[in-house]
């Protein structure tokens, strides 16, 4: 009767070892086949972006009398340290136009967290002008939602049209360092 017993105790091991077997094998030949139960691949992990602290800027607002100013700190957050090179060759162009932007606004405006973001986008376009890439202004944003909408509600009527896929701009934000106004 032991010998029985140990003969099925045995029996029932081999058997859920094989079945264990093959289903470990089966579910990993699929996955190298690509096949349907195949899990996605995990995305590449993200590059930490690159900061360039820019030099503070001390500019003369465009207030009436002529008699306030502003101190400005910008820190650019960049794709990768290549782009902080390429911003570095075009830095003496960049900081003229960042000075240029920031003199043509009052104080009234930069208080107004509005106007420093309005800055911050302005900004955005002068530093990627040289690296070759365009920050659409507001009222082109306004102009291409109103455009795509248009496509959307005419897309019933044509086929899909493939969409131009453009090269991402690698200046990703500017952000205030300092910001003092006088």
Avoid: C
Wanted: hydrophobic content about 45%; glycine content about 8%; aromatic content about 4%.
């Amino acid at each position: 009767m032991l010998v029985i017993i140990i003969g099925v105790v045995l029996l029932v091991v081999l058997a859920g070892g094989g079945a264990a077997a093959w289903f470990m094998t089966r579910s990993h030949g699929d996955e190298e086949e690509g096949g349907a139960s195949a899990k996605p691949a995990k995305e590449a992990p993200k590059l930490a972006p690159t900061f360039l602290p820019l030099e503070n800027m001390v500019v003369n607002l465009a207030d009436p009398g002529g008699d306030r100013f502003a101190q400005v700190g910008i820190t650019l957050e960049l794709e990768d340290a290549k782009t902080a090179e390429q911003v570095k060759q075009y830095l003496p162009s960049i900081r003229s136009g960042i000075l240029l932007l920031v003199s043509q606004r009052t104080s009234a405006e930069l208080l107004q967290r509005e106007g420093k973001e309005k800055l911050a986008t302005d900004i955005l376009r002068e530093v990627s002008r040289p690296l070759g890439f365009k920050v659409p202004t507001e009222k082109e944003r306004a102009r291409a939602a109103a455009a795509a909408a248009e496509q959307d509600e005419d897309a019933e009527e044509r086929p899909a049209a493939r969409k131009r896929t453009e090269q991402r701009n690698p200046v990703q934000r500017v952000l205030f360092s300092n910001f003092i106004i006088q």
